[in-house]
């Protein structure tokens, strides 16, 4: 797994730097992206990745993403309670093992309590979802 900050400060420099990583994750969270819908995936994203799942704000603040090895099979999972900057996908693991990977970001200028609170809904949201299965890790 590896995780940035900021992605948009690489497109700014060399749109192609990150993509010739050395070490190829099986997962890529960025959180604090920076990104906007006007930035499309591929002008980014290395070879051997699925599209990523993005929550995306206005270009220049905020935003997350969790890219996932085309290798596996993933889906975005939709929260209830996901009010905050956050995102959560499923990936499917040996055995029917699942993994719940998400990524989330407080912004400096909002209220850290409210935002801690929508983390810990969507948290919650997901340990219904997973109540009663052993079979199941959180990142």
Same mark, same amino acid.
């Given at each position: 797994m590896a995780n940035f900050h900021e992605c948009r400060s690489y497109l700014q420099y060399d749109r192609h730097s990150w993509k010739k990583l050395y070490v190829k994750p099986d997962a890529i969270i960025i959180s604090g992206t920076k990104l906007g819908p006007d930035i499309a995936s591929s002008q980014f994203m290395p070879c051997g990745y699925a599209k990523p799942y993005r929550k995306d704000?206005?270009?220049?603040?905020?935003? /997350?993403?969790?890219?996932?090895?085309?290798?596996?099979?993933? /889906?975005? /999972?939709?929260?209830?309670?996901?009010?905050?900057?956050?995102?959560?996908?499923? /990936?499917?693991?040996?055995?029917?093992?699942?993994?719940?990977?998400?990524?989330?970001?407080?912004?400096?200028?909002?209220?850290?309590?409210?935002?801690l609170d929508h983390l810990e809904k969507s948290l919650q949201d997901l340990k219904e979802i997973t109540r009663d299965r052993r079979d199941v890790t959180v990142v």
């Open positions: 704000r206005k270009a220049g603040a905020g935003g /997350v993403l969790v890219a996932i090895r085309d290798c596996y099979t993933s /889906v975005e /999972v939709e929260l209830p309670h996901n009010q905050g900057e956050t995102i959560w996908c499923e /990936v499917n693991m040996k055995q029917g093992r699942k993994l719940y990977m998400g990524a989330s970001y407080r912004t400096p200028s909002g209220n850290p309590v409210e935002q």
